[in-house]
């Protein structure tokens, strides 16, 4: 009986990571702003231990709405901004509309995504996972909510942006 040997490869698994950030959501007009913290996105990057050899891909983009019971608003217009640089990049190439039908609403964004703000954040996430930046992720959330025709009432929704990337 004889033995044959094979080639092995190497095979480096690499966590899923997510992050979010929460807006509440009180007006028909909006723009609300919070920041991912690039403290916790360091702390994962350090922890994972890659010696300084960290390449962030981002793989998913949502925003998940939930209905508090006092929301009467039918509809909502999001958009969604991060600071760069200084300036404001838009992260979407078009508004996303939501009905506001169900208590918890999933509004996948990675299809509506602008290239430019891809890369943006992408840029931002290794930045700070190399040690080169250590400001928080500004992000802004801006949008109007619509009611059925000639009404108007309150707006109670809660927001969260989760991003999803790996190294």
């Not at 979407?92 to 290239?115: C, G, M, R, W, Y």
């Not at 700070?128 to 802004?140: L, N, P, V, Y």
């Not at 619509?146 to 927001?159: A, H, I, K, T, Y």
């Amino acid at each position: 009986m004889s033995l044959v040997a094979c080639d092995q490869e190497e095979t480096l698994i690499t966590p899923s990571l997510k992050e979010s950030v929460e807006f509440d959501v009180v007006n028909p007009e909006f723009e609300v702003v919070d920041a991912l913290k690039s403290e916790n996105i360091k702390n994962v990057a350090e922890d994972a231990d890659f010696n300084g050899n960290v390449n962030v891909n981002l793989n998913d983009i949502w925003i998940e709405v939930k209905i508090n019971n006092s929301n009467q608003a039918d509809i909502a217009r999001l958009n969604l901004s991060m600071m760069a640089d200084g300036n404001e990049v838009s992260l979407l190439n078009e508004d996303a509309f939501v009905a506001l039908e169900n208590k918890v609403t999933i509004v996948p964004l990675v299809k509506i995504l602008s290239e430019e703000g891809r890369m943006e954040l992408m840029n931002k996430l290794n930045n700070i996972t190399a040690g080169t930046d250590e400001t928080d992720i500004e992000m802004t959330l801006s949008g109007e909510t619509f009611f059925n025709e000639g009404m108007s009432g309150s707006v109670d929704l809660d927001m969260e942006m989760f991003i999803r990337y790996s190294f």
